[in-house]
């Protein structure tokens, strides 16, 4: 990535998204620092990269989700390549169902 995300201000943001404490907390902040169209924009970033996991086919990914093929490519390449974020997510959400 050309551009450092490690700045200050990123620290600052995810310090705050740390200090909350339930989902309808998530849903206040969230609502206020995003628009509706980026909060949908990363839920079905999140959604594809699920059923990216599940083996699921463009296809199939981009009807249910409305992404277009370039995003579900995009969530690939972080799945094959990027920093395994998805997968360390995926992992605790499976591990708090048990």
């Known amino acids: 990535m050309s551009k450092k995300i490690r700045t200050e201000s990123v620290d600052y943001l995810f310090n705050a998204i740390l200090s909350l404490k339930d989902k309808e907390e998530c849903y206040t902040f969230f609502e ?3 628009t509706i169209n980026e909060l949908l924009s ?3 970033r999140f ?3 699920k059923m990216l996991r599940e083996k699921r086919t ?6 249910k989700t409305g992404a277009s093929t370039a995003t579900i490519s995009r969530v690939n390449r972080s799945l094959n390549y990027g920093n395994d974020g998805y997968d360390m997510v995926f992992n605790r959400i499976e591990e708090a169902k048990e």
């Open 42 to 44: 990363l839920s079905q």
């Open 58 to 63: 463009y296809l199939e990914i981009a009807e």
């Open 47 to 49: 959604e594809v990269a």
């Open 32 to 34: 206020d620092i995003c």
